[in-house]
C-alpha cells in the first residue's frame, strides 16, 4: 500500500534561516504532490502544488522539488520567520486521484 | 468568498450514539471529501463525493457513511460511536474531484 514518510521530529531554526522539509513515498508514481500548512485546531492550508513533470516550483519564499526517481519532495522556507512557525503536511493523490494520502506531518519552530 | 464552512465546530457524544456532521462547500465546488485527523497525525481519508455521488472511499468501517446534496453540501455520519472515534474531523472541497482542496475548520469530536 501507498505510504509517506515526513520528518517525524520538530525542526527547529532560528529567524531568517532556510527551512528544509522532506516527504518520501513509497509504492507508488503519484501524478503530482501537494504541500499544506496546518496550525493547532485549524483545517489544512494549501500551500503548493507540483506535478510529476515539474522539477521545481517556487511562490514568494517557499520552493518545492520533486524527484520521482528518489520519491521524495522537499520544501523549503527561505528567510523564515516567527510566523512560519506550524505543521507542514505533504499530500499524494491515490485511487485514480479520488482519494489524498497525507504524512503525518512535521513540526516547525521557527526562533527571533 | 466565503470559505468552506462546517457545524457544529464542537461536539460531545457517549459510546453507542450516532453523529451528523454538515459541510457547505465554497460556491462553485462540486467535489467534498471528508478527513479524520487524530492529535499528532495527518489527516485520514474517509470519503469523497463529487456531483452528488461517490468517487473514493477510504479504510473505515461501514458505521461511517456520508452523502452529498443539490446544492453540494454534504453530511458525514457516523453510528454507534467508539472512544477511538474522537478527532477533528477535516471537509475539502475542491471544483472537481482531482483538483486543490480547501478546507474547512473542522469539526471537534469527543466522545466519552
Known amino acids: 500500500s501507498q505510504k509517506i514518510e515526513q520528518n517525524s521530529e520538530a525542526l527547529n531554526i532560528q529567524e531568517g534561516k532556510t527551512a528544509t522539509l522532506t516527504c518520501n513515498y513509497t509504492?507508488?508514481?503519484?501524478?503530482?504532490l501537494q504541500w499544506y500548512r496546518q496550525d493547532p485546531g485549524r483545517g489544512p492550508v494549501f500551500l503548493l502544488l507540483?506535478?510529476?513533470?515539474?522539477k521545481e516550483k517556487r511562490k514568494e519564499r517557499l520552493k518545492v522539488t520533486f524527484d520521482t526517481t528518489l520519491k521524495q519532495s522537499l520544501f523549503h522556507i527561505t528567510a523564515s520567520q516567527p510566523a512560519d512557525s506550524a505543521t507542514y503536511l505533504c499530500?499524494?493523490?491515490?485511487?485514480?486521484?479520488?482519494?489524498?494520502?497525507f504524512g503525518a506531518g512535521t513540526r516547525l519552530f521557527v526562533k527571533a | 468568498d466565503a470559505g468552506v464552512t462546517q457545524s457544529p465546530t464542537h461536539l460531545i457524544k457517549t459510546r453507542g450514539q450516532h453523529v451528523t456532521l454538515r459541510c457547505s462547500p465554497i460556491?462553485?465546488?462540486?467535489?467534498v471529501s471528508w478527513y479524520q485527523q487524530v492529535l499528532g497525525q495527518g489527516p485520514q481519508f474517509i470519503f469523497q463525493?463529487?456531483?452528488?455521488?461517490?468517487?473514493g472511499r477510504g479504510n473505515f468501517p461501514d458505521r461511517f457513511s456520508a452523502r452529498q446534496f443539490p446544492n453540494y453540501s454534504s453530511e458525514l455520519n457516523v453510528n454507534a460511536l467508539l472512544l477511538g472515534d474522537s478527532a477533528l474531523y477535516l471537509c475539502?472541497?475542491?471544483?472537481?474531484?482531482?483538483?486543490?482542496?480547501?478546507f474547512g475548520p473542522g469539526t471537534r469530536l469527543l466522545v466519552l
Open positions: 475539502a472541497s475542491s471544483r472537481d474531484a482531482q483538483e486543490t482542496q480547501y
Open positions: 509504492n507508488y508514481s503519484p501524478a503530482y
Open positions: 507540483i506535478r510529476e513533470n515539474e
Open positions: 499530500a499524494l493523490p491515490y485511487g485514480g486521484g479520488f482519494k489524498t494520502i
Open positions: 460556491s462553485g465546488h462540486k467535489s
Open positions: 463525493y463529487y456531483e452528488k455521488e461517490e468517487r
